[in-house]
């Protein structure tokens, strides 16, 4: 499902840069933002306690500015590097972030992967290999790139920063909440792409040529992303940010799919060998769980001022209800 909802940001953007000629990614981004503020941050101000806007601003609004800088770049740079280098060298240095993604979970949130998530992430790899070798063959990679240097540079910093952001992601939804990581990005992501959108798009917001096609155009872009924000904590709730990232490879190949009625692709065979690879390698990633570095917590009661004979006396009743608690 997260995978549909890139799909669809996909779709409505090529369909705003080939038709309509409106190439404005910061614009769109900020609209994603300001959903996310009006919804979730506005939430968080309506909590109480230690969960209250004013209070996380106050403990911790440098670490949430650190990531919405990350997160908005990361959208900028990827887009940005479509101008710059080909379709092929983006599908393929995209997939950078998933090695760092791992990196970072192993350093900062101390997962221990097995051999068996090792090949899982291999054969996605080669899955995105199988389907970059079908756009060749159908004649997709038309593009030569004015710069092709320049490009593949962006595209590895918005696959590090995406990396960066999804590992928070990961960290904030398990260890705090699903609201205040989507409140403080649209917050921040709110500021910082507005910022930048008036630096580096004035101009090309302002030639836009607007109709009901195009506004309805920008609406689908932003509920799709809107969903994809929304949701995809939840997925990484019970999984991981690197089993999120394996599983939405297969969203360029249902743009594909969707590609051959609404933009003429060509279709090969090769795109529903990849799906399957890059699905054999999700599903052999999920089927066994990762295990994490740090101790688990110990059965024994801690010393408090209750004093000794206190603990003695509650350690002694533990084994005196597990008898019972076994029956």
């Not at 972030?97 to 068996?116: C, E, K, Q, T």
């Amino acid at each position: 499902m997260l995978s549909l909802c890139i799909c669809g940001t996909a779709i409505t953007s090529q369909y705003l840069a080939e038709i309509y000629r409106v190439n404005t990614p910061m614009l769109q981004s900020f609209i994603n933002y300001c959903l996310l503020l009006l919804f979730y941050t506005v939430m968080l101000a309506f909590q109480s306690g230690s969960d209250n806007l004013l209070h996380i601003l106050k403990r911790k609004w440098w670490k949430y500015v650190l990531l919405g800088l990350a997160d908005v770049e990361a959208n900028y740079l990827i887009v940005r590097a479509y101008q710059y280098t080909t379709l092929t060298s983006v599908q393929l240095l995209d997939c950078f972030g998933i090695p760092v993604l791992m990196a970072l979970s192993w350093f900062v949130l101390y997962a221990r992967y097995r051999v068996i998530h090792l090949i899982a992430v291999a054969v996605c790899l080669l899955g995105v290999g199988t389907m970059v070798g079908a756009d060749i063959l159908a004649g997709r990679e038309d593009n030569s790139g004015s710069d092709v240097l320049i490009g593949d540079i962006l595209v590895l910093l918005g696959a590090s920063l995406y990396a960066v952001s999804n590992v928070c992601e990961e960290y904030i939804v398990k260890k705090l909440s699903r609201q205040e990581f989507l409140g403080m990005v649209g917050l921040f992501g709110t500021i910082i792409s507005g910022i930048q959108l008036s630096i580096v798009e004035c101009k090309d917001i302002a030639s836009i040529q607007w109709d009901w096609k195009i506004a309805l155009l920008f609406v689908a872009f932003a509920l799709c992303m809107f969903c994809l924000y929304s949701f995809m904590p939840l997925v990484i709730q019970v999984t991981s940010a690197t089993s999120v990232n394996l599983g939405i490879l297969t969203a360029d190949l249902y743009s594909l799919f969707f590609g051959l009625f609404l933009f003429g692709y060509k279709f090969s065979g090769l795109y529903l060998l990849s799906f399957t690879v890059i699905m054999v390698g999700f599903v052999l990633y999920c089927s066994t769980p990762t295990r994490t570095a740090e101790p688990a917590e110990s059965s024994v009661p801690p010393i408090t001022s209750i004093g000794i004979d206190n603990l003695g006396l509650k350690l002694e009743e533990n084994l005196q209800e597990t008898p019972s608690a076994a029956l």
